[in-house]
């Protein structure tokens, strides 16, 4: 038995072997006694009489003290490994005293023609018992069909999918569709019950006639809906793209931006803020923090219990569920939009997170503008990788943000750069950020709940 007084306890069933998996307990505070308790048995006189007389059983109790922490075996034990080799004939043979150096061994120990004995560091991830409720077959929603695949060997969905009928394009198809399908219009038109949603569909309508294109941020940004409601209004509207300059973004229906040069202001740019060493800073120093680490790990067993919300009646009515209690206080106009700063690069401020999605039409900076407008008029052919741009302008324009980010963070922690140098040519060749990691600072009370601004790899993910 090992014990860690501030950690766990751990029991060995082989101690001696560094292949047997313990048993571990957690160390729980407690408030209880230790008692000692005796059972004396006494045998009475025997009477002159044929009867038997029963023994007198007493016991006594004595408390011993009080007891502050105790050590719960709440795990099962873990599959335990045994350093054996089954040989040609099928007889087992213990390999301990050939693979364990227990003294100092000369050369030839090791230079031994030994059986392949690589032992897993460990079997089971989890190490509570979990209890199958069986359940009867899943009832689907209307209009669920099976997957067009045989049945057998075959694992079934656990629900059926939640479809909110958008139309994805991809930069190679050929045509582009006119209007939504009807399935969309006939969900939107199922929800949409009152005139603050009447409101919402027409100032999007508005919204797409000024700009044919839209990401979903800087939809949120100008209007204010519900995500889930707006999840059913753009594909109501308008289709989606996935690959291409467009990627990622929301076209108007019967508007196709690779036959119109100006569209190349609507392209999108994946910029990430870039850190490094030989910048003087790393991503602990930045003012843009992530949002989780690799080292957070938590085990599926860890039970993250949800923040309970008052829900009025009026909430249930609009629709916007436990979303609306928390904002109830702000007005209708402004309850869901987020800041411009979510779609718009401005000069002298840092993005608000370390991946964005910007358009060429929404970076506010003249040098970025220039750079954008070299070939206007000159527009020759549309490509998937730079589209109506001059090649290579997406790295001109990721070259010129991340200069300007750093001499941001310079005035503002000067500190971090006391012992760097710029390169030559004043262009930077810094290392990418992980999309993964982002940082969503928000003073708004309504936190969307994507968890991730990555919306070509996660916004889809709300549709299919």
């Known amino acids: 038995i090992y014990a860690d007084p501030a950690k766990r306890l751990e029991l060995y069933f082989r101690p001696k072997d560094p292949y047997c998996h313990p048993v571990c307990a957690n160390r729980f505070p407690t408030s209880t006694v230790l008692l000692r308790v005796r059972r004396r048995t006494r045998k009475k006189k025997q009477v002159d009489t044929e009867e038997q007389t029963q023994p007198e059983v007493q016991f006594e109790m004595e408390i011993l003290g009080n007891v502050t922490t105790v050590y719960k075996f709440q795990g099962m034990s873990d599959f335990q490994y045994l ?31 030994l059986p392949l004995y690589i032992p897993p560091p460990i079997f089971s991830r989890l190490d509570t018992p979990v209890d199958y409720f069986y359940r009867p077959d899943i009832q689907h929603r209307e209009g669920y069909n099976n997957p067009q695949v045989s049945g057998e060997n075959l694992i079934g969905l656990s629900r059926a999918r939640r479809p909110h009928n958008a139309i994805f394009v991809n930069f ?32 999007l309508r508005k919204l797409f006639e000024v700009r044919p294109v839209w990401s979903r941020n800087a939809v949120k ?14 594909p109501y509207l308008a289709y989606y793209m996935l690959t291409g300059p467009w990627r990622s973004l929301w076209v108007r229906f019967g508007y196709d ?15 990430r803020i870039r850190c490094g060493m030989k910048y003087g800073y790393t ?40 979303a609306g209690a928390s904002s109830a ?15 718009i690069f401005q000069e002298g401020a840092l993005p608000p997170y370390r991946q964005m999605f910007y358009q060429l039409c929404d970076l506010n900076v003249e040098s970025l503008q220039k750079i954008i407008h070299r070939n206007d008029g000159a527009e020759a052919e549309c490509t998937e990788r730079d589209g109506w741009c001059l090649p290579k302008t997406s790295d001109d324009l990721r070259d010129t943000m991340s200069l300007m980010i750093k001499q941001i963070i310079r005035s503002t922690r000067p500190a971090l750069f006391s012992s760097t140098t710029s390169s030559e040519d004043g262009k930077e060749q810094l290392t990418y950020e992980s999309a993964e990691d982002e940082d969503e600072e928000e003073e708004e009370d309504f936190k969307p709940s994507d968890g991730s601004e990555n919306e070509m790899e996660t916004e889809i993910l709300d549709y299919v």
């Open 172 to 203: 190679d198809d050929e045509e582009i569709p006119a209007k939504p399908l009807d399935a969309a219009v006939q969900t939107w038109r199922k929800v949409c019950t009152n005139a603050v949603d009447k409101k919402v569909e027409e100032e």
């Open 83 to 113: 350093a054996m080799h089954s040989g040609p004939d099928g007889k087992q043979t213990s390999m301990y005293d050939k693979v364990l150096m227990l003294k100092p061994e000369k050369e030839e120990f090791f230079n031994r023609e």
């Open 221 to 234: 940004a100008n209007i204010s809906v519900h995500p889930d409601k707006l999840k059913l209004l753009l």
């Open 283 to 322: 991503p602990n120093d930045m003012p843009v923090k992530a949002k989780r680490s690799t080292y957070n790990y938590s085990l599926p067993i860890t039970v993250k219990k949800p923040v309970s919300h008052t829900v009025s009646v009026h909430d249930l009515k609009q629709g916007l569920g436990t």
């Open 257 to 271: 931006p690779r036959k119109h040069p100006e569209a190349k202001f609507y392209q999108v740019l994946d910029f």
């Open 329 to 343: 206080k702000k007005p209708a106009s402004s309850r869901y939009k987020l800041k411009e700063s979510i779609y």
